[in-house]
């Protein structure tokens, strides 16, 4: 086959933008045959676009016997469309366009690698194989649309309060946290790593901008093959000066009910298209708070599920957490030995002035009140088995009128996976990178 030139063809409108109030109109249209019928003297094409759909109508003697023959199409061809638009109730958004020319700019092979009709979802793995084609579902369609919208709520929300937008450095020179999950990179000549987290710069940058947020990648090298974990995460991070804990539990609430709200607002077909709307819907809040001796009294009482206080809490009673709090909820006050140096202790030494923000079984934020004073953050560092010079020019901020700071960060992925009723998170990542997967 021989593809045609886009020339001096443009698109006039997206898909959505085709109404009852065009009718008549000529039009443009560009995208890809989402489905093909011929009933002998009838052909439809269905063009689906970022925005959508619309159906092309070709009655035989209406339309030319070479552009009705052309028509013939494959199933996601990328074609252009010049016609008329034309009333028709049945039809995708009540109107369907009556061609005058096509242009066939590219095609696919007879048979497509996955399943783009609908009608099955192909495996997992084979759809990330072919991710670019995959993404064209319907099914991903709605799930990013309802990740736009909600990534989009958030820089709305915080902008409303004052906060500023930064950027951190994602090739660092030590680890943020300690541990050894990182993944080292040549630095021209000196090994240097990816960021695990932005969670050293942002404390710094409270200390100019006072309220700040990034939305970036972090990497994680985890070998942890579930459903639940990737290695290259997108996370929301935030951090208030003249704050603690308790002031970023609110924030962070009111952040949510935000967001879920915006979601059923603008993008409740996206949601209807996922039968999530009765799931995804609007929490109470305050959100209810449960401190972690309250949570493993918890498991023991009605689980009998035994842990030695200080431990994590371990999958199998994250599960039974969920039959229990099937919602939103805060578990705070963990211990200090499981929490990361620049946490702040309680007056009791054994807690931490820490939360995690779950949803049923699923954690999806950390955060808390950090340390501000210097050789208190110094001696924190060396507790945790930590070489202070490693950290001297984040400790050199400290020098400087570090005000009181607390803060969060939020997977985003992790919560997409939770709004869009996946099974696993990878479905919630364009292109994911897992330990087994690096392409496409």
């Given amino acids: 086959m021989t593809f045609e030139e886009i020339g001096e063809w443009r698109k006039t409108h997206y898909t959505n933008e085709i109404t009852p109030k065009l009718v008549d109109r000529e039009v443009i249209l560009g995208g890809w045959v989402r489905n093909f019928r011929d009933l002998g003297g009838m052909r439809f094409i269905i063009l689906q676009d970022k925005m959508g759909e619309r159906q092309i109508t070709l009655k035989k003697g209406e339309v030319s016997d070479n552009l009705f023959e052309k028509s013939r199409t494959g199933y996601q061809y990328c074609i252009m469309v010049k016609g008329r638009v034309k009333a028709f109730k049945a039809a995708p958004g009540g109107v369907e366009i009556i061609p005058s020319e096509i242009k066939i700019l590219n095609q696919t092979p007879e ?153 059923r607002e603008k993008q409740m077909p996206a949601l209807k298209f996922l039968n999530m709307e009765k799931k995804t819907i609007l929490p109470e809040i305050p959100l209810e708070r449960y401190k972690y001796d309250e949570i493993i009294e918890l498991l023991k009482s009605k689980f009998n599920i035994d842990m030695e206080w200080g431990e994590d809490i371990s999958t199998e009673a994250y599960r039974k957490l969920g039959e229990e709090l099937p919602y939103y909820y805060y578990i705070t006050h963990w211990p200090m030995s499981i929490k990361p ?33 210097k050789q208190m953050l110094i001696d924190a560092i060396e507790s945790k088995g930590l070489n202070p010079k490693s950290f001297e020019s984040h400790l050199n901020a400290f020098d400087y009128g570090m005000p009181p700071h607390a803060g969060f960060g939020l997977g985003v992925a992790r919560w997409i996976t939770f709004l869009c009723g996946l099974d696993d998170i990878r479905e919630a990542v364009m292109y994911p990178r897992t330990p087994d997967r690096l392409i496409p």
């Fill in 111 to 263: 048979k497509l690698p996955i399943d783009m009709s609908g009608e099955t979802i192909s495996e997992l793995d084979l759809r990330l194989n072919h991710r670019a084609l995959d993404l064209r579902s319907k099914r991903n369609e709605a799930i990013f649309k309802i990740r736009a919208q909600l990534l989009k709520g958030i820089r709305n929300f915080l902008f409303e309060r004052d906060f500023t937008e930064i950027t951190t450095p994602k090739i660092i020179g030590s680890a943020t946290e300690g541990g050894t999950e990182l993944f080292p990179i040549m630095y021209f000549d000196k090994e240097a790593f990816l960021t695990q987290s932005a969670q050293l710069y942002k404390e710094q940058l409270s200390g100019v901008y006072e309220r700040v947020f990034e939305i970036s990648p972090c990497f994680r090298a985890e070998k942890s093959r579930t459903k639940r974990h990737i290695c290259e995460i997108f996370v929301l991070d935030v951090e208030i000066a003249f704050s603690d804990m308790h002031d970023v539990l609110k924030l962070l609430e009111e952040l949510v009910y935000y967001i879920i709200n915006d979601i």
């Fill in 341 to 373: 140096f620049y946490i702040m202790p309680s007056k009791d030494g054994r807690y931490s002035e820490s939360f995690d923000l779950q949803m049923g079984m699923l954690e999806l934020t950390s955060g808390g009140t950090r340390v501000h004073d």
